[in-house]
């Protein structure tokens, strides 16, 4: 049954225009944008603006589409879906479970169309590079399935869109993912480290550098994995929330 619902999950996403416009569309326009602006700018890190801009998108645009999945999680408590799976043979791990797959089968697609657009635009890498970077970057969306699954455990159904809005806009600026670090304030380099988008775009970067700190990298995003997981668990255990 996991199966078969987490397939209905997908395709509900899927069809959603919200889906195509705020996870797609806009990290590739911005790609598009910024890449043509500083494309042929080469970094402190040796590294071309169209590669960093490309892999900061990707990582973008991987948050948004593991993020998404909170609007429909609310939109099923407001609308009593969730008193009704209580009464299927389905457990809460295995729809909690579903809800993160359908979260990271959604990502996955706009990293790779992000990823397309940087080779149609001329950006080279190493088949061991575009193959490691994209991974890291699909994987590292896994934290942002699960605070996305905190948002609609949490958010009401009318409100948790703009709740999601409002968190990815910090997340993408602060983060260091919308523009380089190095042209930023330092208290805004220093605030960034705090960030769990900074380090998703580390992940997917480091493959490109070679800068080392995947380690630390993994951890930090491990920590944001961990400790919203455990809120998210606690939350369902408590049963549905009322919606006034």
Do not use: C
């Not at 009401?156 to 997340?171: E, F, I, R, S």
């Not at 951890?219 to 998210?232: E, I, N, Q, R, S």
């Amino acid at each position: 049954m996991n199966l078969v619902y987490l397939r209905l999950e997908i395709l509900r996403i899927v069809r959603s225009p919200q889906f195509a416009l705020f996870t797609i569309a806009v990290p590739l326009g911005m790609f598009l944008l910024f890449g043509g602006l500083f494309g042929d700018q080469v970094g402190p890190d040796g590294i071309k603006a169209s590669v960093t801009t490309m892999i900061n998108m990707g990582a973008y645009g991987a948050m948004s589409g593991a993020l998404f999945t909170g609007t429909r999680v609310a939109t099923e408590r407001t609308d009593g879906w969730q008193r009704q799976l209580r009464l299927t043979p389905m457990r809460g791990p295995g729809y909690l479970a579903v809800k993160i797959a359908s979260s990271m089968a959604m990502a996955l697609p706009v990293v790779l169309v992000i990823f397309v657009a940087g080779a149609l635009r001329g950006v080279q890498l190493t088949a061991a590079q575009w193959l490691l970077s994209g991974v890291s970057l699909w994987l590292g969306a896994l934290p942002f399935a699960v605070l996305g699954l905190l948002l609609g455990l949490f958010g009401k159904g009318d409100t948790v869109g703009a709740m999601t809005g409002a968190l990815m806009l910090p997340l993408g600026v602060f983060g260091g993912l919308w523009m380089p670090l190095s042209i930023l304030p330092e208290w805004m380099s220093a605030l960034a480290h705090f960030f769990p988008t900074y380090w998703l775009g580390r992940v997917g970067t480091l493959p490109v550098d070679h800068a080392g700190g995947l380690g630390l990298a993994v951890g930090v995003l491990a920590a944001w994995l961990v400790v919203p997981a455990l809120v998210v668990v606690r939350r369902f255990r408590l049963g549905p929330v009322k919606v006034a």
